[in-house]
């Protein structure tokens, strides 16, 4: 409830939303929480494909065909970025 109230906080703000990525660790590997958060974004014609959900491990579009909103899963590699991000700052 509590990502999906800020999504649409942020949402006035921008003045709309045209896409939704999921990333990060949970965003990334729980089909429920992803579940959950559309749930409450319905009302602004987000729609889930149920079965595209449940694909992990893979950047992939998860928006049913006729959701007004894109909604996608990234997977992230933090680890792997902070230690680029390390030895470019040291010149190693």
Same mark, same amino acid.
């Given at each position: 409830y509590r990502a999906a109230r800020e999504?649409?906080?942020?949402?006035?703000?921008?003045?709309?939303?045209e896409a939704? +990525?999921?990333?990060?660790g949970i965003g990334e590997n729980?089909?429920?929480v992803r579940?959950? +958060?559309i749930g409450y974004l319905e009302w602004m014609g987000a729609k889930l494909d149920p079965e595209l959900n449940k +694909?992990?491990?893979?950047?992939?579009?998860?928006?049913?065909?006729?959701?007004k909103v894109a909604l996608a899963v990234i997977?992230?590699?933090e680890e792997?970025?902070?230690a680029h991000h390390t030895t470019s700052l040291l010149g190693l």
């Open positions: 999504i649409g906080s942020l949402m006035m703000a921008a003045g709309g939303l939704l +990525v999921f990333t990060g729980s089909q429920y579940n959950k +958060v +694909v992990r491990g893979k950047a992939h579009c998860i928006h049913a065909a006729d959701s997977p992230t590699n792997w970025m902070i």
